[in-house]
C-alpha cells in the first residue's frame, strides 16, 4: 500500500475542490457491513425481495423491512477515523463535499454540515409518509415497531410509511443528483472511497469529474469496476488511508 499512497499524496496535493464518493466501505470500521462484500448484505438477503413495488404492495415485505432495520446495526453506529478524516480536509477548506451513496447519516454525525453531503439513496435516518409527505425521526418509528407494530401507518393520514432510502425500482432524487454533477464538475479531484462503482447512475460521478479533468484516486479494499480509470489506487482500509491523506495535506 505504501508506494501507492505516497503517490496518492503527491496527486493530491495543492488540489482544493477534492470531492469525496463514497460507498458503504468507508462505514465497515463502523460496524456497518457493505453490501456486495464476501460477508455483505446481499449475500446473505435477495435484493429482489425489497424492490419498492413489493414493499408497497406486501405487508410482509415492509414488516421484514423494518425487522431488518433494527437489526442493522445502523442506529448505533458511530463515525469511525474515515469520516473524521474528511471532517479534517472539509476544516481545512480543501474538501468541496461528499457524495455518497450511504445511507447512515455518519458523514454529518462526524461533523460535516449538510450542506456538504449529497445523499444520493436517502437517509435511514428519518421515515416519510408515501401518500401525504408527513415525516418523523426513524427512532420514533421504531420506537413502534419495538412496541409490536409491524407494519406501522402513517399517523396523520393512515398511509405507507418507508425510511427515506431509495429502494430498487424507486426513482433517483433528482435534485441530488443535480448536486452530485454539479459537484463533479467544479472538482479538480475526486476521491473514491469504499465502493466497488458498481452502481448506478450512482458511479456516473466520479466518471464526470474525470470527464472533466479531475484527477482520480480509488481507495477500497479489493478491485472495483473502475480501477481502469483511476490515477492511483489504494487498496487499504479506509480508516488508515484518508487518515494518511488528512495529516499530509492539510
Not at 32 to 43: A, C, E, L, S
Not at 96 to 101: A, D, I, L, N, P
Not at 173 to 197: I, K
Amino acid at each position: 500500500m505504501k508506494p501507492n499512497l505516497d503517490r496518492a499524496i503527491e496527486l493530491l496535493r495543492g488540489k482544493e475542490r477534492l470531492l469525496a464518493f463514497t460507498g458503504a466501505g468507508i462505514s465497515t470500521e463502523s460496524g456497518i457491513p457493505d453490501f456486495r462484500g464476501p460477508d455483505g448484505v446481499w449475500k446473505r438477503v435477495d435484493p429482489a425481495e425489497f424492490t419498492f413495488d413489493k414493499y408497497v404492495n406486501r405487508a410482509e415485505t415492509r414488516i421484514r423491512s423494518w425487522e431488518m432495520r433494527k437489526q442493522s446495526g445502523v442506529f448505533e453506529a458511530k463515525p469511525n477515523a474515515a469520516h473524521r478524516a474528511l471532517v479534517d480536509l472539509w476544516v481545512a477548506g480543501l474538501l468541496s463535499g461528499v457524495v455518497t451513496q450511504n445511507i447512515d447519516g455518519l458523514h454529518q454525525a462526524a461533523g460535516l454540515p449538510d450542506e456538504a453531503v449529497v445523499e444520493l439513496h436517502g437517509n435511514v435516518q428519518r421515515v416519510e409518509c408515501l401518500e401525504c409527505e408527513a415525516g418523523w425521526p426513524t427512532s420514533v418509528v421504531m420506537a413502534r415497531v419495538d412496541a409490536g407494530e409491524g407494519d406501522p401507518r402513517c399517523p396523520e393520514c393512515g398511509g405507507l410509511i418507508k425510511v427515506s432510502v431509495i429502494s430498487f425500482g424507486q426513482a433517483m432524487p433528482v435534485l441530488e443528483m443535480q448536486r452530485a454533477s454539479e459537484l463533479a464538475r467544479r472538482s479538480d479531484a475526486v476521491l473514491a472511497v469504499g465502493s466497488t462503482l458498481s452502481v448506478y447512475p450512482a458511479a456516473y460521478v466520479p466518471l464526470e469529474a474525470k470527464q472533466t479533468g479531475s484527477r482520480y484516486v480509488i481507495v477500497n479494499q479489493g478491485p472495483t469496476e473502475q480501477d481502469n480509470l483511476a490515477d492511483v489506487i489504494v487498496d487499504g482500509a479506509a480508516g488508515e488511508v484518508l487518515s494518511a491523506f488528512a495529516d499530509a495535506l492539510r
